[in-house]
């Protein structure tokens, strides 16, 4: 079974709207780490957000917000306000257990493209 | 910036030929990673390294190696090219402290096997 899964392939979106990026993970770790990074077609990796299956708070950064939500085991990414420069690949990623370094791998979804459109 | 640098950028080489990559860091981070990115697939893990000549496999480790002599430079060899590690190669390091800790990309490096 896939560990993380984005569901989405591709999204549409109006420029100034809010789009939520879909993901869900599977894992029987009582610690774990989720991770959003953004990929523009430039091609570098860039970490968006992170939520530790502890924080009792969504995690947010600027436009970004992570809607976490642990029974149903998904960390749904939101962005606010669309922007043209939110174009780009979503990855949503997950570490299990604590972080210590040699076990500190990340497993990714598969992407979701998203389009913001003007 | 996690002062992350990658080389070569791109490279093309031709299949059964020894290729080697170089992830070189500034900021003294212990744990350094290599992936590669393809389509459909995401970013998977191929070797890891928790220290200088202290490495491990990852999921998809089968026709490379690693090596980490200093702290600042991860080299990944691919010892005899095919087309099916025709890929996106990133390097990683993970900064941080504790459950804070997170995982920043280089550029990447565009492997090209024919």
């Known amino acids: 079974a896939q560990k993380i899964t984005q569901t989405q392939p591709g999204m549409f979106v109006q420029e100034k709207e809010a789009v939520t990026l879909d993901c869900t993970y599977d894992?029987?770790?009582?610690?774990?780490?989720l991770f959003w990074y953004k990929q523009p077609s430039s091609g570098e990796m860039i970490f968006l957000i992170y939520?530790?299956?502890?924080?009792?708070q969504n995690a947010t950064e600027g436009r970004y917000s992570l809607n976490f939500q642990k029974a149903r085991k998904s960390a749904n990414l939101v962005i606010s306000a669309s922007q043209l420069g939110d174009s780009a690949m979503y990855f949503c990623?997950?570490?299990?257990?604590?972080?210590?370094?040699?076990?500190?791998?990340?497993?990714f979804g598969k992407g979701t493209l998203l389009t913001v459109n003007p | 910036d996690a002062g992350i640098t990658q080389s070569p950028r791109h490279k093309v080489t031709e299949t059964g030929t020894p290729v080697t990559l170089r992830c070189h860091q500034t900021?003294?981070?212990?744990?350094m990673y290599w992936y590669r990115q393809d389509p459909g697939h995401g970013l998977r893990l191929i070797h890891y390294?928790?220290?200088?000549?202290?490495?491990d496999k990852g999921e998809v480790s089968d026709g490379y190696s690693v090596s980490r002599s200093k702290t600042e430079d991860f080299l990944l060899t691919l010892e005899s090219a095919t087309s099916s590690q025709t890929s996106v190669y990133f390097c990683?390091?993970?900064?941080?402290?504790?459950?804070?800790?997170?995982?920043?990309f280089g550029p990447g490096t565009r492997l090209l096997v024919l």
């Open positions: 894992t029987s770790d009582q610690s774990y780490g």
């Open positions: 990683a390091i993970s900064a941080g402290t504790g459950d804070w800790e997170t995982q920043y």
């Open positions: 900021e003294n981070h212990r744990y």
């Open positions: 939520q530790g299956s502890y924080d009792e």
């Open positions: 990623a997950m570490r299990e257990g604590l972080p210590s370094g040699s076990n500190y791998k990340l497993t």
């Open positions: 390294s928790y220290g200088v000549k202290d490495t």
